[in-house]
C-alpha cells in the first residue's frame, strides 16, 4: 500500500485546482498567467504558389523589438520588449498588461529563395513572405537525327 497526498483547496478553489494540473498550458484559469514567461509565439503558414507566407501574432510590439535571422537553413525570429519601469509614487494593484519574449526558429529546405525574404509588422502581427526560388527550365529543344 502507498500513501498518496493530496492537496487541501479550501472552498470555491477552482483555479488553485486548475493551476495544478494545467502546469505548463497557458489558461485563464491559472492565477499566475500574467507572470508566466511564454518562449513561444502562435503561427499560422500558408503556401502559396510564390512562396510561404508566416503570420506571427505579437501585439504590442514594436518594428525594433524583432530579430529575425538566416543562417544556413535556420531561420529565427525573435521579440523582446522591455517592461517600462513602474513609478514609485505609485501602488500596483494588480499587472495582467505583461510583454514577454518569444522565439521561433524554423527549417527551410532549398525551395526558398533566401534573398527575397520580407518582413512587415503591422496590427500586431509580424508577416514575413518566404518566396519560392524559381526554377529556370531549359527551353525544350528538338534534337534531329542525322
Request: charged fraction near 30%.
Amino acid at each position: 500500500m502507498s500513501i498518496v497526498k493530496f492537496k487541501h483547496y479550501p472552498a470555491n478553489s477552482f483555479n488553485n485546482l486548475m493551476s495544478d494540473f494545467l502546469i505548463d498550458f497557458p489558461s485563464l484559469y491559472r492565477e499566475n498567467h500574467a507572470t508566466s514567461t511564454n518562449q513561444s509565439a502562435p503561427v499560422n503558414i500558408k503556401e502559396t504558389e510564390d512562396g510561404y507566407k508566416l503570420d506571427i501574432v505579437a501585439p504590442g510590439f514594436q518594428k525594433d523589438d524583432f530579430k529575425i535571422h538566416l543562417e544556413k537553413n535556420l531561420l529565427s525570429i525573435s521579440g523582446e520588449k522591455k517592461v517600462d519601469e513602474e513609478d514609485k509614487n505609485e501602488k500596483q494593484i494588480r499587472r495582467e498588461y505583461v510583454f514577454q519574449t518569444f522565439k521561433r526558429t524554423f527549417t527551410i529546405d532549398e525551395k526558398i529563395d533566401a534573398e527575397k525574404i520580407e518582413a512587415k509588422y503591422e496590427s500586431g502581427v509580424l508577416t514575413l513572405n518566404l518566396a519560392k526560388k524559381i526554377d529556370i527550365k531549359a527551353p525544350a529543344k528538338q534534337i534531329t537525327i542525322q
